[in-house]
């Protein structure tokens, strides 16, 4: 029987001009430690950052701070080149707008990787994009991108080593009904809606992890509806995996959602889900079977399907264990991944041959 051949590991850099805050900026992270949990050999360039530092260093993944400013940034250009001269990659994974532009052209695939509806002037010295959306791909193809130059690959969702968060340390009662919400407190979420449909929910309590430019606002709308003694906000968290396995219900309200990483975070943890219909859940979740969707903006619609929820075991049962069926058919670490390195590996080798 002939030898089968063995791919050694890619070289593979990633970066991102990190955010203190941010889904996207997450996500960079949970990537690059994945793909070298997967045997890549990786190297992270991303925006000074106390917190992120810290999780790479902890994963033992070399990382390098760099700036990313906009204007008369010359320190990130020479900063980059000096870390690709000496790691010679095999192929650049760029998150986002900034990454993109920001990336030395090289002897390797430059690859965006696009997670909203972002302008794709950003993207044009990129050789290849993947979108983590079908409608993303569908908008950089409206765009003009050839669609051999696309890649459709989802996010995965982690589940932490972690116990569920003690209600009691966030001054809620043990036997009380819980829902949590995740995201930034920005109009796109919607949590004003949220915290409108609460209002018509009695005894519900709701945990809000995340920090935003609305806080002052959506701080005022809860006093006017009565609500501070029902509602928590958390701040940005890091411990989500505990939130979730402490809640009864997850809820996301978005008005506006390219993606949705919520919902396969709630279906991993095993938590059911509440989700308006924007573009992000509406493509992943499937109405009545994994989740309940209700129209964007619609408060009354958004306080029934939690209702709906809270009041059915039975209905909690079918979306728990259904969703869950998807993460793993679907939306796994190990099958995510295993796309990044198969896409990642193809564009090397094309690289190599027209070298």
């Known amino acids: 029987m002939a030898a089968r051949h063995r791919i050694e590991p890619l070289n593979i850099l990633t970066g991102m001009a990190t955010a ?3 889904g996207a900026e997450t ?3 949970t990537l690059s430690l994945a793909l070298a949990r997967a045997g890549q050999d990786v190297r992270v360039a991303l925006r000074p950052s106390d917190f992120r530092e810290a999780q790479l260093r902890a994963g033992s993944v070399p990382y390098e701070a760099v700036g990313f400013h906009t ?39 430059l690859v965006g990787r696009m997670g909203g509806y972002y302008n794709l002037k950003y993207f044009r010295r990129c050789d290849h994009i993947i979108c983590i959306t079908p409608d993303i791909l ?10 051999d130059k696309l890649t459709y690959i989802p996010n995965f969702p982690i589940v932490d080593d972690e116990a569920p968060v003690s209600r009691t340390s966030l001054d809620t009662p043990e036997g009380a009904k819980v829902a949590v919400a995740l995201g930034r ?78 919902v396969v975070e709630a279906w991993a943890h095993g938590v059911p889900l509440v989700s308006t219909a924007s573009a992000g859940p509406a493509w992943i979740a499937r109405d009545g079977e994994d989740a309940l969707l209700t129209p964007v903006d619609d408060a009354d ?52 041959q027209a070298a």
């Open 20 to 22: 203190p805050v941010g």
């Open 27 to 29: 996500f960079f992270i």
């Open 71 to 109: 204007y008369f940034d010359f320190g990130t250009g020479l900063k980059l080149r000096r870390l690709i001269r000496d790691f010679k990659p095999d192929a650049v994974l760029a998150f986002a707008q900034r990454a993109s532009l920001a990336m030395p052209l090289g002897d390797y695939p």
């Open 138 to 147: 569908r908008h950089c193809v409206d765009g003009g991108w050839p669609k």
């Open 185 to 262: 407190l920005h109009t796109n979420k919607a949590l004003d809606v949220l915290l409108t449909a609460v209002a018509q929910v009695p005894d519900l309590y709701l945990w809000i992890a995340g920090e935003g430019p609305l806080r002052d606002e959506l701080t005022k709308q809860m006093n006017e509806l009565g609500l501070a003694s029902r509602v928590r906000f958390l701040g940005w968290r890091t411990d989500r995996t505990a939130l979730l396995r402490a809640a009864d219900l997850c809820v996301f309200p978005s008005r506006w959602e390219p993606n949705g990483t919520v």
């Open 301 to 352: 619609a958004l306080a029934q399907g939690m209702k709906r929820v809270l009041e059915s075991p039975e209905l909690q049962a079918s979306l728990i264990a259904n969703g869950l069926k998807r993460v793993e058919t679907e939306f796994s670490e190990k099958t995510v991944v295993a796309a990044y390195i198969a896409t990642l590996q193809s564009l090397a080798a094309k690289n190599r």
